[in-house]
T-cell receptor, first 110, second 111 residues
């Protein structure tokens, strides 16, 4: 039982480049989330999904996009990377409660 | 003002000490979570509370809904307890069970 798998673990992007952070869960959770964690700050919600085909914006969605074509996968797309997107990104999934987090992706935009 | 406030921000203790981390929130909630984040970065769920008290090993979590306050206690602390402890709340009537997080408490336990 792998839980929530995030890839890659580390990435350096140049300003203006694009990338996709992958997230897969094998627990058949309906709810999935993308959070970012900046130093000294609490985790902030970027996007979330309540089920396949349904996504919605969180607190800090600008510069990101998501899709949820299957229950298992919830990729996060960064278009035109900016230095402000340097952060640690966490994917998570849950039923109503009972959260499981991925191991995080450390992204640096230079 | 953040909706979820934790105190202290940093805490240093000697091995064996009793530790308390506090969390106050300003919104109506359905549940409160305590999470642990180790230096490697991974986040693990410790407790989910909607009322009362829960205990797991040396960890105890309590919540007072009327006072909008929760505490995480660690008894007989050990260096391996060194981590960031994060309080998070699921607001009432929130879609998708998303959480609002405190900024975390950095705990260091010295041998």
């Amino acid at each position: 039982n792998a839980g929530v798998t995030q890839t890659p673990k580390f990435r350096i992007l140049k300003i203006g480049q694009s990338m996709t952070l992958q997230c897969t869960q094998d627990m058949n959770h309906n709810y999935m989330y993308w959070y970012r964690q900046d130093p000294g700050m609490g985790l902030k919600l970027i996007y979330y999904s309540v089920g396949a085909g349904i996504t919605d914006k969180g607190e800090v969605p600008n510069g990101y996009n998501v899709s949820r074509s299957t229950t298992e996968d919830f990729p996060l797309r960064l278009e035109l990377a900016a230095p402000s997107q340097t952060s640690v990104y966490f994917c998570a999934s849950s039923l109503v409660d009972g959260y499981t987090f991925g191991s995080g992706t450390r992204l640096t935009v230079v | 003002k953040n909706e979820v406030e934790q105190s202290p921000q940093n805490l240093t203790a000697q091995e064996g000490e009793f530790i308390t981390i506090n969390c106050s929130y300003s919104v109506g909630i359905s549940a409160l979570h305590w999470l642990q984040q180790h230096p490697g970065g991974g986040i693990v769920s410790l407790f989910m509370l909607s009322s009362g008290k829960k205990k797991h090993g040396r960890l105890i979590a309590t919540i007072n809904i009327q006072e909008k306050h929760s505490s995480l206690h660690i008894t007989a602390s050990h260096p391996r307890d060194s981590a960031v402890y994060i309080c998070a709340v699921r607001r009432s009537a929130t879609s998708g069970s998303r959480l609002t997080f405190g900024e975390g408490t950095q705990l260091t336990v010295n041998p």
